[in-house]
């Protein structure tokens, strides 16, 4: 029987959760990787930005990828901590030192990402039919932003080249499956996740 009383508000039943989860000294619960670099991707009025940065780059793997296991389990978190940065250093909302070390590690996980095996088979992740094709995209439209108009604390440092979409994946496919979903009118809640590459 839960403990969680009834008339708590979402985020005071969150609140507990995560409590409880830390105290359990028999679980292993970890920061995400990938979901912390969705956060500074799409919500830096969030306090606790300079936690977060410092976490993305401390995580790092010295050959640019980001994760953790066999590197094809690396592509998604690397995809989301390239993108995240590169989101950084478009806002220009850091310091010279950090926007180098960012610059640093977009440049690292590019090269990750190229070096990454051309196809499949890939870790069946959740939604990662839409995550990967929303995230490749993302990372040229921040390419092309940059060297459109630079980056406001490194003035002449570009980007290389962005990924190739991995064999096996769809570009087209988180377009058509916003377009489904947008006919009948919201995403039902089991699927809110893959919003994140959207």
Known sequence: MSDTVVSTTYSEQAAHLVARIDQDGLGSVRPSLYETARVISAAPWLPGEPRRLAYLLDEQAPDGSWGEGPERYRLLPTLSGVEAALAVLRRGATSTETARRLADAVDKGLAALRALPR??????????????????AKIHEQIARIAEDGTPALDGWRPGPGPALPGGYDQALPAYVAKRYASVGSLPVKFHHTTSAA
Request: no cysteine; charged share 10%; net charge negative.
């Open 119 to 136: 196809s499949g088979p890939w870790p069946d992740t959740a939604a990662a039919e839409i995550l990967v094709p929303g995230l490749v």
